[in-house]
């Protein structure tokens, strides 16, 4: 049986996968594990994307919550790191964010927040996967009135912006910005922040109606922003996903800047700055080479992980550093809140505009970016972990690294929320790495499918 978690909590097509009465379990289970050992009646808070979906699975999770004798507070539509952010300050004892991040709508999750405001460990969520699959045996459900009510605090979200507005020093007043709120979560917080700090505003795809999250627009499509920067001339542009945990930038000429060059950007000023704890970054395996080519040159140490920003932060805590993330946007300022911010990112980012004068396409010149190409494989999703097991893959894979000549790379990761096999290949030729990473994926769908 393949397990319930992913890299980022539970997902699947909402009421199918991820079915009403799995998001009531996953509620009870969850409410359990993470307030077993409460002294108190626990408190839950609740926060969900703009997916149609997230009314039906969040009265669900929250019925499942309440069985088990934990209050729950619901609150609204909020970004997934402004969960986290009043889980940890508040009086609550875990979170819970419904959403599927950058995904299409059909797709929804839940991922957990234990009191500190931290995704939870592997063995946590295996505690609460044991719990549904051993149908809650041992487990007596309390009567009259030690049953959970639910609460709703749909003001939260101004804690939060109060929060992002303080961490940024003096104001943005004369700069033109546009933001792409993706028509999800970020579509008041954003807004709010960005407006606090006098920026000259620009808003696009910020018009949620529930079924438009992530539709051609956000951090997976940057095209109408590229636009909208160009047409406006604006300093930059800033895109948000579905639930705001992650920021791509685009530069004044309309240019994608991605997460690793935001956190060269960022992690760069940092050191000159005396504020990059060990003048360090975390990074994955996924991240650009030109990446860990700026660190030697600037000494900067960037630390190695495995795919997902939980590995990253892993990594970050056991090391003491306050800088990390992925390619993709997702990234981590420690110092200030315990998961990926595409908000922090955002303000971060700005500061280095705002304090050094300078324009997004001469910061980003401090690292090279190798082209890469990424090609997405379908496979089925209980197959998907097993594609070393097949020789004509493997074969293909050393095949395609000799002829590199050792000045490129093969990365071969399955995705952790989405029945696919991602294929990266990295080098210097464009054409082509961009041919065999189509030729890989063919051959991956063809064998496994």
């Keep these: 049986m393949s397990r319930m978690f992913g890299t980022d909590g539970v997902r699947g097509v909402a009421n199918k996968e991820l079915s009403v009465e799995l998001a009531l379990k996953l509620g009870k289970a969850g409410a359990y594990v993470l307030s077993k ?191 909208c920067v160009r047409s406006n001339k604006a300093d930059l542009g800033l895109a948000f996903d579905g639930d705001a945990d992650r920021l791509l930038a685009v530069d004044e000429n309309g240019e994608e800047v991605n997460g690793d060059e935001i956190m060269a950007i960022i992690g760069n000023f940092m050191k000159e700055k005396g504020e990059l704890k060990k003048d360090t970054i975390v990074a994955t395996i996924m991240s650009n080479l030109g990446l860990f080519i700026m660190g030697d040159k600037l000494g900067i140490n960037i630390e190695k992980t495995k795919v997902g920003d939980r590995y990253v932060l892993e990594r970050m805590k ?19 809140n315990t998961t990926g911010d595409g908000l922090l990112s955002a303000l971060h980012l700005l500061c280095v505009l705002k304090h050094s004068g300078k324009k997004l396409s001469m910061l980003r010149k401090v690292m090279e970016v190798l082209p890469q190409s990424l090609v997405n494989a379908k496979v089925p999703n209980d197959r998907k972990n097993d594609y070393m097991n097949y020789p004509e893959i493997v074969t293909a894979i050393r095949e395609v690294e000799n002829e590199c000549n050792g000045e490129g790379r093969v990365l071969i990761r399955p995705s952790g929320t989405e029945p696919l096999v991602r294929v990266m290949i990295e080098g210097k030729d464009k054409a082509l790495i961009d041919k065999k990473a189509l030729e890989l994926a063919a051959l991956i769908e063809k064998v496994m499918g």
């Design 37 to 227: 050992n409460s002294d108190h009646k626990p408190v839950i808070l609740v926060g969900c994307d703009t997916r149609i979906s997230g009314d039906m699975l969040a009265n669900a999770l929250m019925a499942g919550i309440c069985s088990v004798g934990a209050d729950s507070v619901f609150l609204g539509i909020l970004p997934t790191p402004a969960v986290a952010y009043l889980t940890r300050t508040g009086i609550a004892d875990a979170g819970v964010v419904i959403s599927a991040s950058h995904n299409p709508v059909e797709f929804n999750g839940i991922k957990f927040f234990d009191a500190n405001g931290y995704k939870l460990e592997d063995s946590v969520e295996d505690e609460i996967e044991a719990l549904i699959n051993n149908d809650f045996s041992g487990i007596t459900l309390p009567l009259k009135e030690k049953v959970g009510r639910i609460t709703y605090d749909f003001e939260a979200y101004k804690k939060y912006v109060d929060f992002a507005v303080s961490t940024f020093k003096g104001d943005l007043n004369g700069m033109k910005v546009v933001i792409d709120c993706a028509e999800g979560a970020s579509y008041k917080t954003s807004v709010m922040t960005l407006e606090k700090l006098n920026a000259d505003l620009i808003v696009i795809h910020n018009n949620p109606d529930g079924t438009n999250i992530n539709d051609g627009c956000g951090s997976t499509h940057l095209s109408d922003l590229c636009e």
């Design 318 to 336: 056991e090391g003491g550093f306050n800088l990390g993330g992925e390619q993709s946007g997702h990234i981590i300022f420690l110092d200030e």
